[in-house]
């Protein structure tokens, strides 16, 4: 009857548009007025829309640059990441700029940065952000580490990173690999102490030569072709920090929203979700595997010569050979193996070794991770020499002293 009825009505329907109005209009007060209430004195501000609770038990590896499963968002749903911190230059005003928008995010922070500025450490909690670790040293060779390799790295970040902290419960069990270089390795040993290996959806660039608007743009580009995500972001860079602003207003009038990211705890249950929610492909999609978004040669035209990205942005001191730098071309996707060793011409010397090969390589082309990135990827532009705040946390880094830190709370991070 009530269909009949609107439709029998048969004149301009503006008692509807009123009354939709009057409900935008009121909603509109609403969620301003709610803004206010959780923004106080930034009334306009893009706010946090939502925690999402995760269990790194249930969901050890995310992110869809590399893994199958990633962070299961709505649409228009945003988390925002900033690693390689602290450096109180740069992660001061960004954690100013969050603050002003009510932004929740979550950082991924550096052993020896935490070392040389545990305030640092102790302001991403105070102001309420997820913490994470992101390795002791960022050297850019996970996926070439051995087990004994990898072990001091992660235990040594997560180490110093608590001992900044005055409630070591304020760090989370997530950790992000320098330079996103996967390895069997690290993987296992993170799923040992029931560390959650955090990817990233999609990237801006931000320590690469280029300008603040670029890095805005990029940003920006790349959440609408996903529509949704985790966007990796660094807190040292300046360049960064130019663009958050923009980034943020423009996230708030395209609507989107920001999440916040926490761990489960025993006394904070993980938000109920469906496991295909964490899909980065559903069942019935037909794109079988995510990609490296490509660094064309056009994405420096907005470059700034002047803000040059040293290698030591991403805070390792083991400074490769510079590569040319004539090469524009990305150093991601590689080209597929299978595909490689299928083409090349057979011998029968060669079949046995080829045999095995593609065995090897069909192995590989049914994990569920896409290969490591080269280093390169993160390493370009070439190296420049070490900042001499570089090297003064050099020279002042000693052998782990470990009188100094307090002991590893890797107990409490298995429980949770
Ligand atoms: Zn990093």
């Known amino acids: 009857m009530r269909d009949r009825g609107w439709?029998?009505?048969?004149?301009?329907?503006?008692?509807?548009?009123?009354?939709?109005?009057?409900?935008?209009?009121?909603?509109?007060?609403?969620?301003?007025?709610?803004?206010?209430?959780?923004?106080?004195?930034?009334?306009?501000?893009?706010?946090?829309?939502?925690?999402?609770?995760?269990?790194?038990?249930?969901?050890?590896?995310?992110?869809?640059?590399?893994?199958?499963?990633?962070?299961?968002?709505?649409?228009?749903?945003?988390?925002?990441?900033?690693?390689?911190?602290?450096?109180?230059?740069?992660?001061?005003?960004?954690?100013?700029?969050?603050?002003?928008?009510?932004?929740?995010?979550?950082?991924?922070?550096?052993?020896?940065?935490?070392?040389?500025?545990?305030?640092?450490?102790?302001?991403?909690?105070?102001?309420?952000?997820?913490?994470?670790?992101?390795?002791?040293?960022?050297?850019?060779?996970?996926?070439?580490?051995?087990?004994?390799?990898?072990?001091?790295?992660?235990?040594?970040?997560?180490?110093?990173?608590?001992?900044?902290?005055?409630?070591?419960?304020?760090?989370?069990?997530?950790?992000?690999?320098?330079?996103?270089?996967?390895?069997?390795?690290?993987?296992?040993?993170?799923?040992?102490?029931?560390?959650?290996?955090?990817?990233?959806?999609?990237?801006?660039?931000?320590?690469?030569?280029?300008?603040?608007?670029?890095?805005?743009?990029?940003?920006?580009?790349?959440?609408?072709?996903?529509?949704?995500?985790?966007?990796?972001?660094?807190?040292?860079?300046?360049?960064?920090v130019a663009a958050l602003p923009k980034i943020l207003a423009e996230l708030k009038a395209k609507n989107y929203r920001i999440v916040h990211v926490v761990a489960a705890t025993p006394d904070r249950p993980a938000t109920p979700t469906e496991p295909e929610d964490w899909l980065v492909h559903r069942p019935s999609d037909e794109t079988p595997i995510a990609r490296w978004p490509a660094i064309t040669p056009t994405d420096l035209s907005g470059a700034d010569t002047n803000a040059r990205a040293a290698l030591d942005d991403f805070g390792h001191l083991e400074v490769p050979p510079a590569p040319s730098r004539t090469v524009l071309k990305p150093a991601w996707p590689r080209p597929a193996i299978t595909s490689r060793i299928a083409n090349a011409p057979r011998s029968k010397a060669s079949s046995s070794l080829a045999k095995d090969s593609l065995a090897k390589a069909s192995s590989i082309a049914k994990a569920p991770a896409l290969p490591a990135p080269s280093g390169d990827l993160f390493a370009w532009p070439p190296a420049a020499p070490l900042s001499a705040q570089r090297r003064q946390v050099a020279r002042a880094e000693g052998p782990p002293a470990k009188q100094a830190a307090r002991p590893v709370r890797l107990a409490s991070l298995r429980k949770r």
């Open 7 to 240: 439709a029998c009505v048969g004149r301009p329907s503006w008692l509807v548009l009123l009354l939709g109005a009057l409900a935008g209009l009121g909603s509109s007060v609403g969620s301003s007025r709610a803004a206010e209430a959780d923004c106080p004195g930034h009334p306009n501000a893009l706010g946090t829309s939502r925690t999402l609770v995760v269990d790194p038990h249930e969901h050890p590896r995310l992110g869809a640059m590399q893994y199958k499963e990633t962070l299961p968002l709505r649409d228009h749903e945003v988390v925002l990441t900033f690693d390689d911190g602290p450096l109180p230059k740069y992660s001061n005003q960004i954690l100013k700029i969050l603050a002003d928008q009510c932004v929740k995010a979550t950082f991924f922070t550096i052993g020896r940065q935490a070392k040389a500025d545990p305030e640092g450490v102790r302001k991403l909690a105070a102001a309420g952000h997820t913490i994470g670790t992101h390795s002791q040293n960022h050297p850019l060779s996970f996926n070439r580490m051995t087990p004994d390799q990898v072990k001091p790295e992660v235990d040594q970040g997560i180490a110093w990173t608590t001992a900044a902290l005055t409630d070591p419960s304020a760090l989370s069990p997530f950790f992000r690999v320098p330079g996103l270089l996967r390895g069997d390795a690290v993987e296992s040993y993170a799923a040992s102490l029931g560390l959650q290996l955090w990817s990233a959806d999609f990237l801006a660039d931000d320590w690469r030569s280029i300008s603040g608007a670029k890095v805005h743009e990029l940003a920006i580009k790349r959440l609408e072709a996903r529509g949704k995500g985790i966007l990796l972001l660094h807190d040292i860079q300046a360049r960064t």
